[in-house]
């Protein structure tokens, strides 16, 4: 059965679904391109901004606000772990996010996860490592949580009115908009987020090292932050190479970096070191790849083995030494080329009343004594009112103790219950609040033992009442109020540095001279980019050199093992690298695939390799257009050991040929239309820059191109002078019959 065809405009007309209707759905509209960015890029980008990737100035994001708000509502702070599935499950209320995104937010909160250095998560079970890639913590249904005891930092004072509450995205129940912590905990745990055209990555520092410069930034506002303040700290522990202008700089930009360095201890009994603290910013598992790819490239020869022995106790890599190998040195040597030694990059990016700042550590610890100022100012507010309140209440219930008889009385001959109100208020002088607080005593209470004791906290709330008007009316006594608070939170939970400071560090490492052994080696390189290195003693023992089919091999190279390579790719780069760098091997196997060892693009490939013993003599690369180039080969020399060089010749037009000379000789130059050029390269001027495009070599018809290149050898041609231009470009001469150069034509 044929279907019928619905044309543009029915199409347009058909509903979605009940009830559901989308502006524009189904039609396509022109669109300038900056309204779309206003209308639905912009408000994308904001919120992800203000409301998931950068903390406020309590120290936190709204999914870690509202996983802990939601753990305190549960009671987690008083009782015993429950599952954390339960708790996710809650959570949900107020994230609805899924429960994935709500359980690794928990994960990251955790003791056991090893990711903060004030956790504030309980954890029981598996909740995986920070520090490994393969510890994956368990599922949810099998892990327990509460909330940990510095969660009384963040929610004593959260019933008193000391900040705003909102509605939940559905509007079923209220949750705070930042939580009352009683110290910095912005500055005291790592918190990363990457949000749309900005990031967050904000450093931990000790929690005591902390508060303390908060008092003193508070006493004296010209306080230098960095005698307080040592370095940052981290919950992985390790080495912080101490640098007072980079952390100065911290301090006051809130951007810089962290260098962090590993920990290791030596066992001379096993010859083996063990690395038990590493920097935040990698893992085990990066760490041990790392030093087997150096060991894979040869550039590592001192190690036997290298095992990861992480467990539950704690993080633990071993990498077995050979005998006579300095661990000192070596661990030096490691530092300088894997991430046992790396950066932590600060961007101290946070919400502050609305607006992303960075800022540095001086001004956060200001902003957020402004922050708590207000906090301190609200309690008191709250508990002023509050005691206002009591007050009020017990002055009426003293004029009741003048004649409780008369009390009585009017309550028993009230007729109506609506009138008895009234009638106290008329009876005693007093207003509707105390005489609804009177009506509601019950009649036991009625009586003068129970209201004088009622009323003795008269006296003790009137001179509290005034203390804390006295608090409202003097910022000075705020003040002393935090510091106290400061004072008391590092005795609860200071437990020491975790980080040690290396103040004195050579970061200078010696490079070791590792003697290359010089035997002569014979290279056998094909068009496919394989790569074998046979002893030249053992090329008489060999077979016929194994191939892929398909593929061709090239001229083989005679040098030296201690030769180095110089791989130019299709890409118009060059990787450098020793003859030593690979293995020998027999002429049975395939041989190394070179793009895949130097790590070269998927889609790149060599293209001509040069066998040098130094960085003489030239490079000629000779293009299709018929230009021809002669770089010197002290272009490609570097001061530092780099491995690759990008623009190693021109890219303006394709690649005919490249080769190396030692010294200036003649080189014919073939192209597609059978016409041969014989060219002496010390006529041509040598270049320094690697891209130089050279000069005009060959002349050539629109059709033609340069196909071939070759260094000339004595008799090619019958008569060589017709091939020699006086004068370039010149178009060269068809060979002859007696020629011995093979003719190409297309």
Wanted: hydrophobic share 35%; charged share 30%; net charge neutral.
């Amino acid at each position: 059965m044929a279907k019928r065809k619905i044309n543009k405009d029915e199409a347009k007309n058909q509903p979605l679904a009940d009830n559901v209707h989308i502006k524009g759905a189904g039609s396509v509209q022109d669109e300038v391109i900056t309204n779309t960015l206003t209308d639905n890029f912009m408000p994308y980008a904001m919120s992800i901004i203000l409301s998931r990737a950068i903390p406020q100035i309590d120290g936190f994001k709204p999914s870690h606000r509202k996983l802990l708000y939601t753990m305190y509502n549960m009671g987690l702070l008083q009782s015993g772990t429950i599952k954390s599935a339960n708790i996710v499950g809650r959570t949900m209320q107020l994230n609805p996010h899924g429960d994935a995104a709500i359980y690794e937010t928990m994960i990251r909160l955790s003791r056991g996860n090893e990711t903060l250095l004030y956790p504030y998560v309980e954890s029981k079970g598996n909740f995986g490592k920070a520090y490994s890639k393969n510890m994956v913590y368990a599922a949810s249904r099998y892990t327990e949580a509460k909330l940990a005891p510095i969660c009384h930092e963040l929610f004593d004072d959260i019933k008193s009115d000391t900040v705003d509450f909102v509605d939940n995205y559905d509007n079923t129940m209220k949750e705070p908009t930042l939580l009352p912590v009683t110290f910095p905990s912005i500055l005291c745990n790592v918190t990363t987020g990457i949000a749309a055209g900005m990031a967050s990555s904000i450093a931990s520092f000790n929690l005591k090292e902390i508060c303390d410069t908060t008092i003193a930034l508070m006493k004296n506002p010209d306080h230098e932050v960095s005698d307080t303040l040592l370095a940052p700290d981290f919950v992985g522990g390790g080495y912080i190479l101490y640098d007072k202008e980079e952390f100065d700089k911290i301090y006051r930009t809130g951007r810089g970096s962290v260098k962090v360095r590993a920990k290791y201890s030596y066992d001379k009994k096993y010859n083996c070191i063990d690395i038990t603290q590493i920097p935040p910013t990698t893992t085990s598992e990066a760490i041990i790849d790392k030093i087997v790819e150096l060991v894979k490239t040869n550039k590592i020869k001192e190690i036997s083995d290298v095992r990861d022995e992480t467990d539950l106790s704690g993080l633990k890599i071993t990498i077995d030494l050979k005998r006579g190998v300095d661990p000192d040195k070596f661990m030096a040597k490691l530092y300088k080329s894997t991430p046992l030694q790396d950066s932590f990059s600060c961007n101290f990016n946070v919400l502050i009343k609305g607006r992303p700042m960075v800022l540095g550590v001086r001004d956060i610890l200001l902003e957020w004594v402004d922050f708590r100022l207000e906090c301190i100012r609200r309690r008191v507010t709250f508990n002023l009112n509050k005691k206002k309140n009591q007050l009020h209440l017990l002055k009426g219930l003293s004029k009741i103790l003048l004649d409780i008889d008369k009390a009585i009385k009017i309550v028993r001959e009230t007729e109506s219950e609506s009138e008895v109100v009234p009638n106290l208020m008329i009876g005693f002088g007093i207003d509707e609040i105390q005489a609804e607080y009177v009506a509601e005593i019950k009649l036991r209470h009625l009586n003068r033992e129970y209201i004088l004791k009622r009323i003795k906290d008269i006296e003790q709330l009137e001179n509290e009442i005034v203390e804390l008007e006295a608090i409202l009316s003097s910022k000075n006594k705020m003040k002393k109020i935090i510091i106290k608070e400061l004072e008391e939170v590092t005795k609860k939970y200071d437990n020491g540095r975790k980080s040690e400071i290396l103040y004195s560090v050579d970061e200078s490492v010696e490079e070791e001279t590792v003697e290359i052994p010089d035997y002569p080696v014979t290279l056998f390189i094909t068009e496919h980019g394989y790569f074998k290195k046979i002893k030249t003693a053992n090329l008489r023992m060999s077979g016929e050199q194994k191939i892929k089919e398909g593929d061709t091999l090239l001229p083989e190279i005679e040098c030296s093992n201690k030769d180095e390579l110089l791989f130019f790719t299709n890409q118009c780069q060059v990787y450098k690298a020793k003859v030593d760098d690979f293995a020998d091997t027999k002429a049975s196997v395939l041989g190394e695939y070179v793009p895949g060892k130097l790590e070269m693009a998927e889609d790149e490939q060599v293209v001509y390799t040069a066998v040098i013993s130094d960085y003489t003599g030239y490079m000629i690369f000779v293009f299709e257009n018929g230009k021809l180039a002669k770089v010197d080969m002290a272009s490609y020399a570097t001061k530092t050991n780099r491995k690759k060089l990008i623009n190693a010749y021109s890219n303006k037009s394709p690649l005919a040929q490249a080769i190396y000379i030692k010294e200036d000789t003649e080189l014919v130059i073939c192209s597609s239309s059978g016409r041969m050029l014989l060219v002496n390269t010390g006529a041509i001027l040598p270049k320094t820059t690697k891209d130089t495009q050279g000069i005009s070599a060959m002349k050539l018809k629109k059709t033609h191109k340069v196909v071939s290149l070759h260094i000339y050898q004595e008799g090619e041609f019958e008569k060589a002078w017709r091939f020699r231009a006086k004068n370039l470009p010149a178009a060269g001469a068809l060979p002859s019959e007696n020629d011995v150069a093979e003719q190409i034509t297309f």
